[in-house]
T-cell receptor, first 109, second 115 residues
């Protein structure tokens, strides 16, 4: 059974701070999704990674396949970044995702 | 590209009635669609996987006779909650995959409230 563990569960930071959210995953997972869920529930897919690093604006996602670990970084954080960030593992093939419990991020002005 | 829509975005129904939720891939053909459910303050849980033209595969603990899934075309999958009960109140999200592999595109979700 695939497993995904995320940390921290809750994170409050001041505007402008550098944010890191971590995700560890089990052997059966070969790709990681980072998702953003705003109040109201809609989900936005931020990144899908199977190796290396990806960057989009102020968001950076990295993955270390050997250590089975991924991180999501937010640079120059802003209150509009406040949301729940979820990592989700894909096992390959036509599989649904296995979700972490999410990190509830609050950026205070 | 890769936009997925869901309809309705929210629905309130009475206990015992059935509710249909549609998931559409607007600009691509989805060989596989996934249905997830999220209860308040909990993570998303996969309910079922559907491939166009074949029967859906349900996760353990999900009643296939209660949650009817039809993937009639490469752009449309429907989830029907039959004889809904208050405990079925939840946020239902679909995702669609072009190739059945890693990449999935999420719909905006449907909030179901059963009174």
């Amino acid at each position: 059974k695939n497993e995904v563990e995320q940390s921290p569960q809750n994170l409050t930071a001041q505007e402008g701070e550098f944010i890191t959210i971590n995700c560890s995953y089990s052997v059966g997972i070969s790709a990681l999704h980072w998702l953003q869920q705003h109040p109201g529930g809609g989900i936005v897919s931020l990144f899908m990674l199977s190796s290396g690093k990806k960057k989009h604006g102020r968001l950076i996602a990295t993955i270390n396949i050997q250590e089975k670990h991924s991180s999501l970084h937010i640079t120059a954080s802003h209150p509009r970044d406040s949301a729940v960030y979820i990592c989700a593992g894909a096992g390959g093939g036509a599989d649904g995702l296995t979700f972490g419990k999410g990190t509830h991020l609050i950026i205070q002005p | 590209g890769a936009v997925v829509s869901q309809h309705p975005s929210w629905v309130i129904c009475k206990s015992g009635t059935s509710v249909k939720i549609e998931c559409r891939s607007l600009d691509f053909q989805a060989t596989t669609m996934f249905w997830y459910r999220q209860f308040p303050k909990q993570s998303l849980m996969l309910m079922a996987t559907s491939n166009e033209g074949s029967k859906a595969t349900y996760e353990q603990g999900v009643e296939k006779d209660k949650f009817l899934i039809n993937h009639a075309s490469l752009t449309l999958s429907t989830l029907t909650v039959t004889s809904a009960h208050p405990e079925d109140s939840s946020f239902y999200i679909c995702s669609a995959s072009k190739s059945g592999f890693y990449e999935q595109y999420f719909g905006p979700g449907t909030r179901l409230t059963v009174t």
